[in-house]
């Protein structure tokens, strides 16, 4: 969410973690800021994910069908929406409140 609402201060945050405390290598990082994943339903989650934020939550019967497939079922994917909301939440605050980025500096590409 942090690269697709272009919050600097969270995407830099999420990239530390994923990297020092998930230990994702930068291939999987940079993946997941372009929606996708190495790991099959990690995918269909993050495209799914991204569909919502993208449409504003109006997606068609099949991405929610695709998702639906890889294995996820109605509570998860209730889930990944309550994930997107509070990201796009913080990601908001962060931008208007302008927070200092206080881990390294990751850009958004959009």
């Known amino acids: 969410m942090a690269e697709i609402n272009r919050c600097d201060y969270c995407l830099s945050a999420h990239t530390y973690l994923g990297k020092n405390v998930a ?3 930068d291939a999987e990082l940079d993946a997941n800021r372009a929606g996708e994943s190495s790991d099959p339903k990690a ?8 569909r919502v934020a993208r449409e504003r939550g109006h997606i068609s019967a099949a991405d929610l069908a695709a998702v639906k497939a890889a ?3 109605d509570a998860e994917i209730i889930e990944i929406v ?3 909301a509070l990201n796009t ?7 208007v409140a302008a927070t200092d ?7 958004s590409r959009g």
């Open 43 to 50: 995918a269909a989650a993050l495209r799914f994910a991204t």
């Open 82 to 84: 309550e994930h997107i």
């Open 71 to 73: 294995g996820y079922d």
């Open 101 to 107: 980025i206080d881990f390294p500096v990751v850009k």
């Open 23 to 25: 230990k994702l290598a």
């Open 89 to 95: 939440l913080t990601n908001y605050i962060n931008s």
